[in-house]
């Protein structure tokens, strides 16, 4: 008999707020060229994505301390997904990096 394993997904380490999106993530989503979801748990469990060791210990450091928190994300070898909590933890946008 096979059996399956059912991955339940870890609780985020911190509120999100409101998720938002630029118009360049929205048009990526609309024609299916972006998942975001994958991405936005990865920035909910804390794994930053493609930051430099000091940028990671300042995240480690705002999840503490109420900063701001900020994840970059290489979708492709072209495209990159930023993804930003406010230090209030009242929004979350996910962004392109030429939109900031």
């Known amino acids: ?34 998942d975001v979801l994958s991405y936005l748990h990865r920035h909910l469990q ?15 450091a705002a999840l503490r301390d109420g900063d701001r928190l900020l994840s970059s994300y290489t979708v492709s070898p072209t495209q990159k997904l ?5 230090y209030d933890r009242s929004v979350t946008t996910l962004l392109l990096p030429d939109e900031y």
């Open 46 to 60: 804390g794994d930053w994505g493609d930051l430099c060791d000091e940028d990671r210990r300042a995240n480690d």
């Open 1 to 34: 008999m096979a059996t399956s394993t059912l991955s339940i997904p870890s609780p985020p380490r911190f509120a999100h707020g409101r998720l938002v999106m630029t118009p360049g993530v929205r048009v990526l989503i609309e024609q299916t060229r972006l």
């Open 82 to 86: 930023w993804i930003i909590t406010e």
